[in-house]
C-alpha cells in the first residue's frame, strides 16, 4: 500500500496458490512483459509455450492472512515471496528492496498502523578518483608527512648544535 519505489529481485520463481484456510493478498506482481523460462538458470531467455512457460504478469508475492486460533492473537500473518534473496547483503541497495523488507517485516510483527518513517539511506558511496585525485592524494598521505619529518629533523639538529 502506497509503496512507489522500484524494487530488484534477481532469479525470481512465480508463484500459486494452494487450497487451505489462508487469505491471500497479491503482494508482488511482474510486469505484463514478463514471463516464467522453465529451461531454467543459464538457459537463453525465451518464451515457449510447448515447454510450460507462462505469461505475465504473475504474482511473486503473498501476504497470507488467519485467524489465529490462540485468543491473545487477533491473526496470523505470513509473507511468502519467490525470491529468497532480495534482501540479502548483495540486493539490499537496489532501489528500494531495503524499504520493501523494512516495511513487510513491520506488516509481520502488527506495526503496519503505527507511522513509518523509512531509515536514511547513506548518500552515495560509491568514489570515483581520476589519476589527479590519486595524485593529490599520495601526495597528502605520503610526501606531506615525510616532508613534516624531514622539517623536525632539521629543527632538531639546529637546536642540538646550539
Known sequence: RGFALDTAFPGVVALARTQGNWKYTPLLRSS???????????????????????????????????????????????????DGDFISNTFLGNGGNAALGTRIFDWLLGDDTLVHLPPRAAPDRHLDIGQRGLNALTLTLAALPLLLLALASVLWRRRRRH
Open 32 to 82: 505484463p512483459q514478463s514471463y516464467t523460462a522453465a529451461a531454467g538458470v543459464g538457459a537463453p531467455p525465451t518464451y515457449s509455450a510447448s515447454a510450460g512457460d507462462l505469461r505475465g504478469p504473475l504474482d511473486f508475492g503473498f501476504a497470507l492472512t488467519r485467524l489465529s486460533a490462540n485468543p491473545l492473537h487477533a491473526e496470523q500473518r505470513v509473507v511468502v515471496i519467490g
